[in-house]
């Protein structure tokens, strides 16, 4: 997808499989807005008694990114980082890790997660609607929709979006809900 062709917000009476997409992009816009132009110390900076960072939030959407629409959707194997890690001695590897990682390093894992879940989903789309199941099943059988893993991915950013608020507010002051245009 062209970069200037990616929406910023939902359209205001678009089909469904638009108005998901844009959902999705307001929120990863939003998101790369608030973790955007930082240094490795802004990165690294924690709120409170949290130890969540940008830094980590970054490299975690970048695995769920990787996680929801290589793996799940496409049935594909993840790449490198992720596949050199031992999840089972460190779960929170993504978390764990990213103070170590420069923050070049940290942007451009995230962005290419999310060019690669855009050509995932793209390509899904080409021949199949929101209603495909993903290659992945649930413990139960089940296997989750397009549509269903958009809306967990907007979901995600949500949450973590607003974690992103108050931890650039507590670095520099940014504030506000909207990336500038």
Avoid: C
């Avoid at 939030?57 to 596949?83: I, M, Q, S």
């Amino acid at each position: 997808m062209d970069a200037d062709a990616i929406p910023t917000e939902p359209p205001v009476a678009g089909n469904e499989a638009d108005t998901l997409i844009g959902s999705l992009e307001r929120q990863r816009a939003t998101f790369a807005w608030k973790a955007g132009g930082l240094d490795a110390d802004g990165l690294r900076a924690t709120v409170g008694a949290s130890t969540m960072t940008l830094g980590g939030l970054l490299k975690h959407l970048a695995l769920v990114e990787d996680d929801y629409f290589t793996r799940r959707l496409r049935d594909r194997r993840l790449g490198a980082p992720w596949d050199a890690v031992d999840w089972d001695a460190d779960p929170n590897w993504e978390w764990d890790s990213a103070a170590e990682d420069t923050p070049e390093s940290l942007y451009s894992l995230w962005n290419a997660a999310v060019a690669r879940s855009r050509a995932a989903v793209a390509e899904t789309l080409e021949t199949e609607n929101l209603g495909q199941l993903a290659r992945f099943t649930w413990p139960d059988g089940r296997s989750p929709s397009l549509r269903r893993i958009l809306v967990d991915l907007i979901e995600e950013y949500a949450r973590h979006t607003g974690h992103a608020d108050l931890l650039r507010e507590s670095i520099d002051g940014l504030t506000g809900e909207d990336p500038p245009r």
